[in-house]
């Protein structure tokens, strides 16, 4: 397993930016998909964004397109979640997860394989709160 530790979460008014921090133990081998997965009171965890380690492919959710940018630091063995033009909607507690993937099509946030449970490593959270 991978180890995943999130820094960065906060309060903001709506309109602001958050940027969210995931330190990763170094692989022992293989390519994975890197995630952030979100969970709001009362709902179900969700996949917001996720990238591929093999190619550096992306996906997101369709709420968060166009307004969060997920990235890697390779030097700094950190997965990043820029997050713009934040919405009352985005408070949540965030975490960072991480699987091994064979392909990117294992990263893409819709269908089966997005599911939390696909996930086999997760970070602690880290809570976002976004106020109107």
């Known amino acids: 397993q991978v180890q995943l530790e999130e820094s960065g979460g906060g309060s903001v008014q709506a309109g602001g930016s958050l940027r969210l921090s995931c330190v990763h133990s170094?692989?022992?081998?293989?390519?994975?998909?890197m995630a952030w997965f979100r969970q709001a009171p009362g709902k179900e965890r969700e996949g917001v964004a996720s990238i591929y380690t093999g190619s550096g492919s992306t996906d997101y959710a369709d709420s968060v397109k166009g307004r969060f940018t997920v990235s890697r630091d390779n030097t700094k063995n950190t997965l990043e979640l820029q997050m713009d033009n934040l919405e009352p909607e985005d408070t949540a507690i965030y975490y960072c997860?991480?699987?091994?993937?064979?392909?990117?099509?294992?990263?893409?946030?819709?269908?089966?394989?997005?599911?939390?449970?696909?996930?086999?490593?997760w970070g602690q959270g880290t809570q976002v709160t976004v106020s109107s």
């Open positions: 997860a991480a699987t091994p993937a064979g392909s990117g099509w294992w990263c893409r946030l819709q269908g089966p394989q997005a599911r939390p449970s696909e996930y086999s490593s």
């Open positions: 170094t692989y022992t081998s293989g390519r994975y998909c």
